[in-house]
């Protein structure tokens, strides 16, 4: 996103891109060393992900994950660079025990705008940082946070 709105040159999203595809194939070794944890956490990150598209459908949940992504100085943002691609799973976005957690815990929409309560952060119950955001669609009919909490 930030090299298509001209913010970093290619070499740079390169340099992002490799930096990401390295904490990928980590995360694949830690799966490999204890997969029974991680089978776990793709039931839970499914199940979230499923209950979720049940009550707000898929396209509203990428459209809010890639509203996320363009918030500056949010942490889980750098996951979701590619959340509006439907290719990708949507449980691939949530990460509901191993840390940096992310789930989306509660979505109230209308017909102007929507209000979204993430937690992130830690993984421990209750020590996770919850933040509100309100998000409403621009000009182009696109999902952009106004305010956050």
């Not at 040159?9 to 990928?24: I, Y």
């Not at 979701?80 to 990708?88: G, I, L």
């Amino acid at each position: 996103m930030s090299f298509e709105r001209g913010e970093i040159e290619r070499d740079e999203m390169h340099a992002l891109m490799a930096l990401h595809a390295r904490e990928l194939i980590s995360e694949m070794e830690e799966d490999y060393q204890n997969p029974a944890a991680a089978w776990i956490e793709t039931l839970l990150a499914r199940r979230a992900a499923g209950q979720l598209q049940r009550r707000h459908g898929a396209s509203l949940i990428r459209q809010i994950l890639a509203a996320l992504a363009e918030v500056p100085d949010f942490p889980p943002s750098r996951y979701f660079w590619n959340a509006d691609h439907s290719d990708v799973p949507l449980h691939c976005f949530f990460r509901i025990r191993r840390e940096p957690v992310f789930r989306i815990l509660d979505i109230q929409s209308n017909d102007v705008e929507i209000n979204v309560l993430v937690e992130h952060g830690t993984a421990a119950r209750g020590k996770g940082k919850r933040q509100k955001f309100l998000l409403k669609r621009d000009a182009h009919w696109r999902l952009r946070a106004e305010l956050r909490g």
